[in-house]
């Protein structure tokens, strides 16, 4: 297996409680070399002194400006082949570089990868009411950038995230992966842990709903000026 660098790009807001361990599952992978971009968005907590306190950070600080917009500066600054997302609530497991890095390169017709996920309750957080049983009991095979490693030239073929979307800019990227006809890769592995507490963007479902139709119709919008049939024609998922 060629050893490639992967950039991963760790957007954080306010987010102290919860970053030293976000990063320490980046450090503890059993691939290595990562470049770990840490994009602090105007945080008025500890969150700096405790991304500058782990040497192979690169700390990079802008005004609040929001989720997409700093992952679109993480992005503007990485140098790595490969392009990963971890939210710095967020938690990768033990071989997740690894193990996508050599779906990879055992699938070279593919650009990207993703893998499974697996949510957990914040200790002593009460269980928020968006967030049932079931999603705290079962794996998931979900549309998140936090399970995604990708080529560089995936990002220079489908372009960044669109900050108009506040909190769904993914899914809208994800969205214009599909009709750029883009392989993905889809692993049966759980290599992520999604980390449910009472601050969670996802919980506002009013927001994330409004945002989603308007990315359902400017998709549906980008295939009728192609002459397409629709936002899900064709399939991009390898087996």
């Known amino acids: 297996m060629k050893t490639k660098l992967i950039s991963v790009v760790v957007p954080a807001y306010n987010a102290g409680k919860y970053l030293a361990e976000t990063l320490d599952s980046i450090r503890g992978q059993d691939y290595q070399p990562h470049e770990v971009l840490v994009v602090d968005d105007g945080s008025t907590d500890n969150t700096a002194a405790i991304a500058k306190s782990y040497p192979e950070v690169r700390y990079i600080w802008q005004c609040n400006q929001g989720l997409a917009t700093a992952r679109n500066t993480g992005l503007a600054n990485a140098v790595g082949e490969l ?89 809208d990227w994800f969205m214009r992966l599909k009709e750029a006809g883009i392989t993905m890769g889809i692993l049966s592995e759980v290599l992520v842990r999604r980390r449910i507490h009472a601050n969670n963007m996802s919980a506002n479902h009013t927001l994330r709903a409004q945002s989603r139709l308007r990315i359902l119709k400017a998709s549906i919008d980008r295939k009728r000026m192609k002459g397409g049939r629709g936002p899900f024609a064709g399939s991009a998922t390898l087996p």
Request: proline share 3%; hydrophobic share 45%.
């Open 83 to 171: 392009i990963s997302f971890l939210d710095a609530d967020d938690i990768w497991l033990s071989g997740r570089s690894r193990i996508e890095v050599e779906y990879l390169d055992a699938h070279p017709e593919a650009g990207c990868v993703m893998a499974r996920m697996r949510n957990f309750l914040q200790p002593g957080v009460a269980q928020p009411l968006w967030a049932t049983n079931e999603m705290l009991h079962e794996d998931f095979e979900a549309y998140q950038i936090g399970a995604l490693l990708a080529q560089r030239w995936v990002f220079e073929q489908v372009g960044n995230f669109n900050a108009e979307y506040v909190s769904a800019s993914e899914t």
